[in-house]
């Protein structure tokens, strides 16, 4: 594992302890020599993150789509920047640099994307560690709502696995070095279409 796709608040957030977890998480990442992958913002948590990373000398890798860079939401002091045409190729670029995902506390894209990367997970798309850094009891709603979805039976018990979650840094870390998944009762290459496969049945 080498670089870590960190998700996070565009905004700060009211509780401090949200802007603790992210400076701690740069700091454990950089002290470990992980780099990190983010959404290549100057603002907010991912701000808060990236300088971490770069004030501890780590790396720290931006992508972010034309449209937000020329808004200045852009940090313009990252070890490597990457612009993209829009938000399915930045999270495709993300995803490609990435051998693991963590989400900070932040709002629908940050919720979006660590669906998104579990929701692959699912379908044996990947194999990455996947994490919530769960500050000041963040992500508490979202892991019951991910065992109101086990109890209902819309999530298998066992994809309960797919990611792990602690209030710190440095012991979410070394569970992503441990991290091993849950074997995937959908597999991907089984659903995808073939080359060559007629498209009617």
């Known amino acids: 594992m080498k670089n870590i796709c960190v998700f996070a608040g565009s905004n700060p957030?009211?509780?401090?302890?949200?802007?603790d977890a992210a400076k701690s998480l740069g700091l454990v990442m950089a002290k470990s020599g992980l780099s990190l992958v983010y959404g290549g913002s100057s603002k907010g948590l991912m701000g808060i993150v990236a300088d971490a990373v770069l004030e501890n000398g780590g790396i720290a890798i931006g992508v972010m789509p034309a449209f937000l860079s020329r808004k200045e939401l852009k940090h313009h002091h990252l070890t490597h920047f990457y612009e993209t045409e829009g938000m399915h190729e930045r999270k495709a670029k993300m995803g490609e640099l990435s051998d693991a995902f963590v989400a900070l506390p932040g709002g629908y894209g940050t919720f979006e994307e660590i669906f998104e990367v579990l929701s692959w997970a699912q379908l044996g798309i990947h194999q990455k560690p996947i994490g919530l850094l769960n500050a000041?009891?963040?992500f508490n709603p979202l892991l019951q709502l991910v065992e109101k979805g086990i109890d209902d039976g819309f999530i298998r018990p066992e994809y309960l696995d797919l990611f792990v979650c602690e209030s710190d840094a440095e012991p979410l870390v070394k569970k992503l070095f441990s991290y091993r998944p849950p074997k995937p009762v959908l597999k991907w290459e089984e659903l995808a279409p073939q080359k060559g496969a007629s498209k009617r049945s």
């Open 13 to 19: 957030g009211r509780n401090p302890e949200y802007r």
């Open 136 to 138: 000041a009891g963040y």
